[in-house]
């Protein structure tokens, strides 16, 4: 799909839905193919859906899409995207694995979007390619699949497989696809035509930057900010971390309130809790071993915590999820 293929015309493009499918991420990988071929005048793309059973898929905003095919009928494409969103673990089940190991031995290269790549992974398709997923979803999926080369990228491509971070990523996959496929005037028009002004890099990250986030300009915050970002696992002493940054742990504490009215401990506890949260949703790993993993030195702290934190203990996470 992302190289020159003058003989194969339309390029054909199936999209695998599974339940709750992120719609915003969907749309956007079909919306510049459907542009291009406006713009070129030509039926440059055509794309099948495809559900596991043929049966209509709900997307994660309630709207349903009946699908062309049933994943097992025999539709000639030339790539295939799984589209996911929530609750990909569940629906990523035996059956759809088989289904998309037959596509990869029939020599059919397989894509992603959004939580995809849990689909690919389950069914042993990622080993030995560097991939990307939604950044929410990335720390779940590590304590998940340690050995698998997964990255915070908008897209990747790693020979035969092409994996897109979700959101309006898509668009900055699909809209690259286009200029090496058809050139980069092509593309050019269909970024126009959508009012796509700044089209990102593949390796550009996924997350905005945290100033962008917070509206903060403050360096010293910033850097704090970011330190206690990357070390929800491990607890550090606050004194220390202001020491970091020359700040004493009282100007540090001005500089939260002022800027974020909270205290430093309370927002690196938010951070810690929030990662768990992920955890907690994403993985099987039990309760202890996550609140070690977000910096809580027993089971019954964390258990005390989350629950002043979000009105319920994290067992119930699980059941809500």
Known sequence: MFEKQEKIKPQRIGFLLLPYFSMIAFTSCIEPLRVANRMSREDLYSWKTLSKNGDVVVASNGLKITPDNSLSDPVAIDILFVCAGVKTRKYADTEISKQLRSYARAG??????????????????LDDYRFTLHWEN???FMENYPHLNVTASLFEIDRNRYTCSGGTAPLDMMIYAISQTHGKDLATKVSEQMLYSTQRKQHDLQRMPIQ???????????AVIAFMETNTETLHNLTNVAQGVNLSLRQLERLFRTHLDI?????????????????LRQTTMPVLHIAVASGFKSAAHFT????????YPPS??????
Do not use: D, F, M, W
């Open 304 to 311: 005390q915590a989350y629950r002043k934190y979000l009105g």
């Open 263 to 279: 205290t430093p401990s309370r927002y690196y506890l938010e951070l810690r809790l929030q990662r768990a949260r992920r955890l």
């Open 316 to 321: 119930a996470e699980r059941i809500k999820n």
């Open 108 to 125: 059919v290269p397989l894509g992603s979007v959004c939580t995809g790549s849990i689909a690919l992974a389950k069914a042993g398709l």
């Open 212 to 222: 962008h986030r917070t509206g903060i300009k403050n360096p010293k915050l910033l």
């Open 138 to 140: 990335i720390e779940g």
